[in-house]
């Protein structure tokens, strides 16, 4: 098993993946998301701002959906949402 520090690294890259994966799929709608996995692309702006919250961090949920979304969520609603 690897050390806190290389666990950590190698959950920001899966992070990152995750989050090019959904960038370069925006066909892909979050119903969609959220039927399949369960969770969607907004569910993940939530948890990003819980996990800076429980580190004693403050970020707001639009600063959090900007992360995710690669861009201010009202952009990307509406290029991409159908």
Same mark, same amino acid.
């Given at each position: 098993?690897?050390?806190?520090?290389? +666990? +950590?690294?190698i959950?920001?890259?899966?992070?990152? +993946?995750?989050?090019?994966?959904?960038?370069? @799929?925006?066909?892909?709608? @979050?119903?969609?998301?959220? @039927?399949?996995?369960g969770?969607?692309?907004n569910?993940? !702006?939530?948890?990003?701002?819980?996990? !800076?919250?429980?580190?004693?961090?403050?970020?707001?949920?639009?600063?959090?959906?900007?992360?995710?979304?690669?861009?201010?969520?009202?952009?990307?609603?509406?290029?991409?949402?159908?």
């Open positions: 098993m690897t050390d806190d520090d290389t +666990r +950590r690294d959950e920001a890259a899966v992070f990152r +993946r995750l989050l090019a994966h959904l960038d370069d @799929n925006k066909a892909v709608q @979050n119903i969609d998301l959220m @039927n399949l996995a969770f969607c692309r569910c993940l !702006a939530k948890w990003y701002v819980a996990a !800076a919250e429980e580190r004693g961090e403050v970020l707001d949920y639009e600063s959090a959906r900007e992360t995710i979304y690669g861009m201010p969520y009202s952009e990307w609603k509406a290029r991409y949402q159908k």
